[in-house]
């Protein structure tokens, strides 16, 4: 692995994550040249399904959704040109918790409910392997206060929080400590401090998108959820840094590379 060579790191909650929120991002850095990986912190076990004939994989009949998705997820990331994959612990490791305050939150196997020493320590090792120069994950409140999400947040924070320190949580020192962590934001957020133009990649991530076809359906240039709610999909992705803010801001104030100042 080339020492200067970009390496992006992105954790998220759920496979389809990755597609919605920064999937320009991730082919755009990934036709660059940038080293990209994607670490997918539970299966979605607990998503609604949209075709009435994948219905039976719901939770609630055969609970095969997760192993359905990991398919998904596979297909999303070539649509990307992103060839390194990882689920949090291996597949399964940890469950989908679903929405705040539904029953899947008192799962034991739930993310939710993991350990969160535990689980950055697991993503610590991915880190020191891939030495990246820079995290992505969500902010404190996940985006939208999915406890997924927020608790990859936290499981991200921590880890990045240890790098260096010491504290790798399984007895070893932390060797590599990204420069930068960075939340997804959306475009009418304020704090956002970086944007970053992808629409040259907006057919990949339209492909991506298309690719979790249990949870998404795509009418370019707009998508849907479950909810059937029509959302505006975009090739320019938004994110603001949380930690070492030392980029070179472009002509509205705003980054324009996630890796400004970070090489």
């Known amino acids: 692995m080339s020492p200067d060579r970009p390496r992006l790191l992105l954790v998220h909650a759920h496979p389809d994550d990755e597609s919605i929120a920064t999937g320009a991002t991730m082919a755009r850095y990934a036709a660059e040249g940038a080293q990209v990986t994607l670490v997918t912190c539970t299966l979605g076990e607990l998503g609604e399904i949209i075709p009435p004939s994948l219905a039976r994989l719901a939770a609630d009949s055969d609970d095969r959704l997760g192993e359905y998705r990991i398919g998904e997820l596979a297909a999303a990331c070539a649509a990307l040109g ?67 999400h927020i608790q990859a947040h936290r499981v991200a924070w921590r880890a990045f929080e240890q790098a260096g320190s010491g504290q790798a949580g399984s007895g070893q020192a932390r060797r590599w400590r990204p420069a930068k962590f960075y939340a997804i934001a959306r475009p009418e957020d304020g704090a956002a401090t970086t944007r970053i133009d992808a629409d040259a990649w907006f057919g990949a991530k339209l492909a991506a998108m298309r690719a979790h076809a249990t949870q998404i359906t795509v009418t370019a240039p707009y998508f849907a959820l479950s909810d059937g709610v029509q959302r505006l999909a975009r090739g320019t992705e938004y994110y603001t840094v949380l930690a070492d803010p030392d980029g070179a801001a472009g002509a509205d104030g705003r980054e324009t590379d996630l890796f400004a100042g970070a090489l």
């Open 82 to 148: 992103v060839t390194d994959h990882r689920f949090l612990g291996g597949p399964g490791r940890w469950r989908d918790s679903g929405m705040m305050g539904t029953a899947g939150n008192d799962d034991p196997r739930c993310f939710w409910r993991a350990d969160l020493d535990e689980a950055a320590a697991v993503l610590a090792e991915v880190i020191d392997e891939v030495r990246p120069q820079v995290l992505v994950s969500y902010d404190s409140d996940g985006g939208y206060g999915h406890p997924d």
